[in-house]
């Protein structure tokens, strides 16, 4: 793949700004990856929203169609504008929702010794797949080792998928985070009841496959998503409480030995 921020430019950290209809049209890598992160919650699924949009890095008519339909879906106010609510939605925390405490991911590089929420939603987010086992121990909020070694296994990896934007040193950048967003779609926040989107839809896949969720793959954290969470945590020997934190994320990656640049669903560009 050619390097998304040479492709989409230029770069902007996505949750950074407000995604709306202007003039001149706003373009940039966060549009990109709003537009590939919509089709990717489609293609997960099992009755898709609106219709699929060109990934192009470029704000029109279409993707604020699809923003629209996306937050209809999800009772989000349909005005069209990605704010907090939408970004959130799609399983990312900024302004009014940031997670775990902030910094928001992407508002800083992160280097080992680094502490904070971004830290965190960094780690699950890698501890949902392979990484899991270089990370060791759930997600505590610490850039140390262990952590640095799950990124550079994770870089590896999008590198042999053909992202070459990425370098292997055990720092997360703009380009390190456009491709966590684009290779890993659950972790930024803690799941709940009232918490719906993206990061809920790729976890009732995953316990589909697991074979304990029998409902709709509809990106809803119903009761019967939560029953599911609960009978994977008892099984898994952790707290019993419905909730997809970061023990349940680690859980979860042990129980999906996937690299994340894998086509679980996502979209061809």
């Known amino acids: 793949m050619v390097r998304w921020e040479e492709r989409f430019g230029p770069y902007a950290p ?29 293609t997960l699924l099992d009755q898709p929203y609106g219709v699929a949009v060109n990934v192009d890095g470029v704000w029109g008519p279409a993707t604020e169609a699809a923003v629209r339909a996306l937050q209809h879906r999800f009772g989000i106010r349909a005005d069209g504008i990605v704010g907090p609510a939408t970004y959130f939605t799609l399983g990312h925390g ?63 990896d999008a590198g042999a998928a053909g992202d070459t934007g990425l370098s292997q040193e055990p720092v997360a950048d703009g380009p390190t985070f456009d491709a966590l967003c684009l290779y890993t779609h659950a972790g930024g926040r803690a799941i709940f009841g009232g918490r719906n989107g993206l990061d809920v839809a790729l976890v009732q896949k995953l316990l589909r496959s697991a074979g304990l969720y029998h409902g709709p793959v509809d990106g809803r954290y119903s009761p019967l998503a939560a029953a599911a969470v609960r009978a994977f945590q008892q099984k898994n020997g952790l707290s019993v409480d419905g909730i997809v934190g970061p023990a349940t994320f680690l859980a979860l990656g042990r129980a999906n030995p996937q690299p994340a640049p894998h086509p679980l669903p996502s979209p061809h560009l």
């Open 94 to 156: 900024v302004g009014a929702h940031t997670t775990y405490g902030g910094p928001p991911l992407a508002s800083r590089t992160l280097v080992q010794g680094n502490t904070g929420g971004d830290v965190f939603v960094l780690q699950n987010r890698l501890a949902l797949y392979r990484y899991s086992d270089a990370l060791g121990q759930p997600p505590n909020g610490t850039f140390g080792a262990t952590t640095a070694e799950a990124l550079k296994q994770f870089k590896a």
């Open 14 to 42: 996505f949750g950074s700004r407000l995604l709306r209809a202007r003039r001149p049209a706003q373009r940039g890598t966060d549009v990109a990856l709003l537009q590939y992160l919509h089709n990717t919650l489609r």
